[in-house]
Every structure is written in C-alpha cells, then in structure tokens.
C-alpha cells in the first residue's frame, strides 16, 4: 500500500482546504507545497521525539509500539492474529479484567502503568500471548464485543 502517496494526499487535501479559507477571508490565493519526502519525514514523528526527548535512535519494532505495551499483532489459538491495543491505564485494566479474565495483571507491580509495562514488556507480551493461544480468534473478537 503506498502509505506516502496517500498520505501526501490527505495532507494536501488540509492545505487545499485551508486555502479556500484564507481566499474568502483575504481575498489572496496561496502557493501550496507537498512532496512525499516532507509527508514521509512527517511520518516518522514518533522516531524523532524518541531521538529528540530520549536520545534513542530509531529502531525497528515490527507490529509493536515503541512506547505503548500492549501495543501490537498476537497470535490466537487456531492460527488467527489479533491487532491489540491498550493506549492507557484505563484501557489496560478493562483489557486484564474483563477480556483476558486476568485481573491479578492490574495489581501486578511491573504493569500498573505503561511505563512499568514498557519496562516490563517481554513478560507481558508471553502472559498475553499464552492466554490468546487459549482459544481462536473468533473467541477473542467476541470477548472484545462491547468492552469500549
């Protein structure tokens, strides 16, 4: 899929929009600049803040997020995969109790907070994993079914 083309896209498509806004308020037309190179630099924001705050260099993370754990592609039992996402504390905990039926997961020091799974991530990573390996992914789609 060519992520840039279509982002580049999108990004002019903003311009172009903001544009119009500026001609009806100032009567002046604008110059409009997008270029793949710029989109694709503008996509790599995550890298340059790991680099610019942390002085981390860039690394490659496979489906995983750099900074978010649980954040990434798992096997299910049956051969399935499964995109999971918990962004925040909240979603985490919703995510331990009510789907993975694991509520000890809250309590457990190394992954109250996602710093701590951040740190953490490797055995949270097999813990959840182990669990989705218990049932296909089906199962798991349902058990996600009105949990926000």
Known sequence: MAVTDI?????????ILAALLSRQQT????WIDCNLFETQ???LANVASAWLIAGRE????GTSHPSIVPYQVFPCGGGGLLMLGAGNDRQFSKLAINVLKQPH???D???????????HREELV???????????????????????
Do not use: C
């Not at 097999?126 to 926000?148: C, P, S, V």
């Open 105 to 107: 997961l809250v309590d």
């Open 126 to 148: 097999r813990i959840i994993t182990d669990t989705l390996m218990k049932e296909d992914r089906e199962y798991w789609l349902n058990a996600f079914t009105g949990q926000g």
């Open 27 to 30: 009567g002046k037309g604008v």
């Open 7 to 15: 982002s580049t896209g999108l990004y002019a498509h903003g311009a």
């Open 58 to 61: 860039g690394a490659r993370n």
């Open 41 to 43: 630099i503008a996509g």
């Open 109 to 119: 020091p190394r992954f109250s907070t996602n710093t701590l799974r951040v740190q």
